[in-house]
């Protein structure tokens, strides 16, 4: 099946830094990627969809200034976390849809622990 | 936006019993739902799906359930293993593709 890869697995990091996270679908093509968050016994929020050659969409209540989204390929997409804080610290997960698959399925990555001392 | 609500939040079973986990949702234009498994650390891995044309769908010990005019939707897993000991997360695709999740529910399968 579909494949999709995020890097780093785990992050620590100091607060006020910023943090990039990879996700790569590794086998198909991904115009639309997902970004979700998810904290200690919680469920998967979704923080924004983003778009190959556009901008990214925004949930309520996520901010686009704070959380960047580059999507500059078929077969990538960036979240960074910028000026990071401990309230930060989260599971981070990004799930890719295969433009020419199942229109319906998406393929979620193995997520990144970010830590924000 | 879409809203998935999950019951019960815990769930704890002996094993070979079986186990009913019921979601709610929103928005009558949401047309897909899957159910995915996690396991702690990991990514959500999906079981089952069904979409909003069928009304019950099975594969092995796992079924699914929908009922669109009351929007909720049922997953049942029977004969249930240790081994399903997990979280299940339900989800909702509505009509741009995202999917929202229900919060979840912890099924103990006691041996």
């Known amino acids: 099946g579909a494949v999709v890869s995020q890097h780093p697995s785990r992050v620590i990091c100091k607060s006020g830094t910023s943090v990039k996270i990879e996700c790569r679908s590794l086998d198909f093509q991904a115009t639309t990627m997902f970004w979700y968050r998810q904290f200690p016994k919680q469920s998967l929020m979704l923080m924004a969809t983003?778009?190959?050659?556009?901008?990214?969409?925004?949930e309520q209540g996520v901010e686009k200034d704070k959380f960047l989204i580059n999507h500059a390929s078929l077969t990538l997409s960036t979240l960074t976390v910028t000026s990071a804080h401990p309230e930060d610290s989260s599971f981070y997960i990004c799930?890719?849809?295969?433009?020419?698959?199942?229109?319906?399925?998406?393929?979620f990555g193995p997520g990144t622990r970010l830590t924000v001392l | 936006g879409e809203n998935v609500e999950q019951h019960p939040s815990t769930l704890s079973v002996q094993e070979g019993d079986s186990a009913v986990i019921k979601c709610t949702y929103s928005?009558?234009?949401?047309?897909?739902f899957p159910w995915y498994k996690q396991e702690l650390g990991k990514r959500p891995q999906l079981i089952i799906d069904i979409r909003s044309n069928v009304g019950e769908k099975k594969d092995q010990r796992i079924a699914v359930t929908l009922n669109k005019t009351a929007k909720h939707f049922s997953l049942h897993i029977t004969e249930t293993q240790p081994e399903d000991s997990a979280v299940y997360f339900c989800?909702?695709?509505?009509?741009?593709?995202?999917?929202?999740f229900g919060s979840g529910t912890k099924l103990n399968v006691k041996p």
């Open positions: 989800a909702a695709k509505e009509n741009f593709n995202k999917f929202y």
């Open positions: 799930s890719a849809r295969d433009i020419a698959g199942e229109w319906n399925e998406q393929f």
């Open positions: 983003s778009n190959e050659g556009s901008k990214a969409t925004y």
């Open positions: 928005d009558s234009a949401s047309n897909y």
